[in-house]
């Protein structure tokens, strides 16, 4: 009897191995053919499931799919990414900045760069100090002004134009950022954008609030605060800008209250952080003038605190020699026609006050000198 090692059981074991053997090389040259780095770009056609014949011949063992067909169904059902479209304004939120509408003197402007690694702040203060330093304030010349790129030009120009220009600045050799992404806007948060402080002839001294988004001037924070209109000098109001430490002070501007309330509001400045706001207090409420025959021609002032009479002012001028007092004439400020005139003999001599005009600011006293003296 002859040994059979594998046996009649045996043998269609053996030979479904084989098959499966066979068919693993086959899947591999498959794989090769359509590998697109293999250098070839066509696609190879489906292989059709064995037929019955086929599946007979294997002894009922039927073979694995193709990983031909395998890989054509998964790459027919796999979901095709959309083309890129990217929005430019999510690649560059530069992009987006309004770039309509002009910047004006006054606006408050809030200026941010991206690529800024700063610190959180770890208090109020410094959260504080961190907002007004990235706000810019327009001033009354168009320019706003910041450590990291000093003084620019911004009236006129939209908010993505300055921020251009301002990248342009950051970004040179000397500047603070090898790559920065400016951002421009309007400051729309908060109550105030800093304060001035205002002395002298009103009614509330102290530091004022600016607001937001307001164009407050020197005249509508005086009318804020209130005036003392009988002791002030509203023609010699001084406003006084703040200048980098160790910088010599410089001039005051002046700004005419008196003109601006009638409509000629050429002096009137824009307030700005840190301004101070000097309203001067009268030491008179004004003055007359005397001429003629006087021993002191000149100007007298209207002290603060009672009324000056054309009385008080004679005896102060004194009269010449030749002075004809009883026909002294006063020249009213503003006012036509013929003077008033008036006889200093009666007011002199007997005390009649109530013949004894108060004066007033401008008003004009003249002497006339007697035609015969006795």
Known sequence: MTFNP?????????????LVFAQGIHGEETVAKTDPMAGSSAVPAAVAPPTAEEAGSTN????????????????????????????????????????????????????????????EPTSKDDANAGLAMNRLQVSDSGEVEHPYFGRIMARGKTHR?????????????????????????????????????????VTKPGPFEIPVNENMTVSKAL?????????????QIKLVRKVPEGAPPPEPIIVNLDDIRKGITGSDRVLEPEDQI?????????????????????????????EL???????????????????????RKGEKGDPMEIDMVKILETGEEENNPVLQDGDHIFVPKRLFNF
């Open 309 to 331: 009479t054309v009385k008080d002012v004679i005896v102060q001028a004194k009269f010449g020699d030749f002075a004809d007092k009883r026909r002294v004439k006063l020249f």
């Open 223 to 235: 009318s804020s605060v209130g005036i003392v209109e009988d002791r002030a000098a509203i023609n």
């Open 60 to 119: 009922g063992v039927v073979p694995a799919p193709s990983l031909e067909v395998v890989a054509s169904s998964v790459d027919s059902a796999a979901p095709q990414p959309p083309r890129s479209s990217l929005d430019p304004a999510r690649s560059n939120p530069m992009e987006s900045l309004d770039d309509k509408k002009p910047i004006v003197v006054g606006n408050l402007l809030e200026f941010r760069v991206l690529e800024d690694l700063d610190e």
């Open 6 to 18: 594998i046996g009649q059981g045996g043998a269609g074991v053996f030979l479904g191995l084989f």
């Open 278 to 306: 000097i309203v001067p207090g009268l030491s008179s409420r004004g003055q007359v003038s005397i001429a003629g025959n006087v021993a002191q021609v000149g100007n007298y002032p209207i002290p603060l605190d009672r």
């Open 161 to 201: 134009q300055l921020a251009e220009e301002i990248k342009k600045i950051l970004e040179k050799p000397d500047g603070y950022y090898y790559q920065a992404t400016v951002l421009i806007s309007l400051a729309t948060s908060g109550v105030s954008r800093g304060k001035v402080y205002i002395s002298g002839a």
